[in-house]
């Protein structure tokens, strides 16, 4: 599978003190979110849909939400994404 951010990051001569290695989370416009590096879902709802990663929890809020593409590594949601936030 094609990882875009990790082929950006491949491509990149990042210093030593960016942490790679965590997660990435793409909003494009409050309607699609992008997310690699996730560790498992944790709540599935129309309103709320949580994940693990690897500094916490991420809880994205909003209305008419689904999970479009789920995988080991990435995760699409569509819907109105209203919040986002790294509990």
Do not use: C, P, W
């Not at 929890?57 to 699409?76: A, P, Q």
């Amino acid at each position: 599978m094609f990882n875009f951010l990790g082929e950006i990051k491949e491509n990149l001569k990042a210093s030593k003190n960016v942490d790679f290695n965590s997660f990435n989370i793409i909003n494009i416009s409050g309607k699609l979110l992008y997310v690699e590096g996730h560790l498992g879902l944790v709540t599935l709802s129309k309103e709320v849909i949580s994940f693990k990663v690897k500094r916490g929890v991420v809880l994205v809020e909003g209305k008419d939400m689904v999970l479009s593409e789920l995988s080991e590594n990435t995760i699409k949601i569509v819907g109105v994404i209203s919040k986002v936030e790294q509990l």
